[in-house]
T-cell receptor
Framework: GESVGLHLPTLSVQEGDNSIINCAYS??????FIWYKQESGKGPQFIID?????DKRQGQRVTVLLNKTVKHLSLQIAATQPGDSAVYFC??????????FGTGTLLAVQP | NAGVMQNPRHLVRRRGQEARLRCSPM?????VYWYRQLPEEGLKFMVY????????ESGMPKERFSAEFPKEGPSILRIQQVVRGDSAAYFC?????????????FGSGTQLSVL
């Protein structure tokens, strides 16, 4: 079946280090991907997106990489801060306006 | 500029009761989406509505669940005769007209607990 899933359920990093969160997707026809951040008790917050005609996109302290060959995308956070602690979801968007979310990775930033 | 507003934040119901969850989209947004999140899982699409129209309800259970987005007022997700398995966080999201499911703006959710 179709799915968007994450390799690591929990990632613990030291403050100031870089973080890498990974995501695998199974539908090679997917053409748009989004990373969301969800803090405890809140709804998901958009971080960055990428279309399938790109393999890299950068934002402020964040970079998303897309490898269509192995159907994998990753979120890189530079100089991770305590405020980055949250659950991170990748999501696949399709023409039908449905987002398919992965299970999520908990990022824990140690001071 | 208020974001997507959901209420109540927490809702406790006994089995067999009805649950009504409300969502007011961001100002100027005419598209509303409902998602359900079980503990330690990702969000699962339920339904996509525009004003007075259900566009895609492929994620809605066939029975007991309904959604509406009237011309005036908030969108309502209604669950009749709730069961324990309905316990979850329900998130609403909205987007402007002309945009698809990407870059949704999410509310803070309603946590439904069924006793």
């Amino acid at each position: 079946g179709e799915s968007v899933g994450l390799h690591l359920p929990t990632l613990s990093v030291q403050e100031g280090d870089n973080s890498i969160i990974n995501c695998a997707y199974s539908n090679s026809a997917s053409d748009y991907f989004i990373w969301y951040k969800q803090e405890s008790g809140k709804g998901p917050q958009f971080i960055i997106d990428i279309r399938s005609n790109m393999d890299k996109r950068q934002g402020q302290r964040v970079t998303v990489l897309l490898n269509k060959t192995v159907k994998h995308l990753s979120l890189q956070i530079a100089a991770t801060q305590p405020g980055d602690s949250a659950v991170y979801f990748c999501a696949e968007a399709r023409a039908t306006n449905k987002l398919i979310f992965g299970t999520g990775t908990l990022l824990a930033v140690q001071p | 500029n208020a974001g997507v507003m959901q209420n109540p934040r927490h809702l406790v119901r006994r089995r067999g009761q009805e649950a009504r969850l409300r969502c007011s989209p961001m100002k100027g947004h005419s598209h509303v989406y409902w998602y359900r999140q079980l503990p330690e899982e990702g969000l699962k699409f339920m339904v996509y509505l525009q004003k007075e129209n259900i566009i895609d309800e492929s994620g809605m259970p066939k029975e007991r669940f309904s959604a509406e987005f009237p011309k005036e007022g908030p969108s309502i997700l209604r669950i009749q005769q709730v069961v324990r398995g309905d316990s979850a966080a329900y998130f609403c999201a909205s987007s402007p007209p002309g945009q698809g499911g990407e870059k949704l703006f999410f509310g803070s959710g309603t946590q439904l607990s069924v006793l």
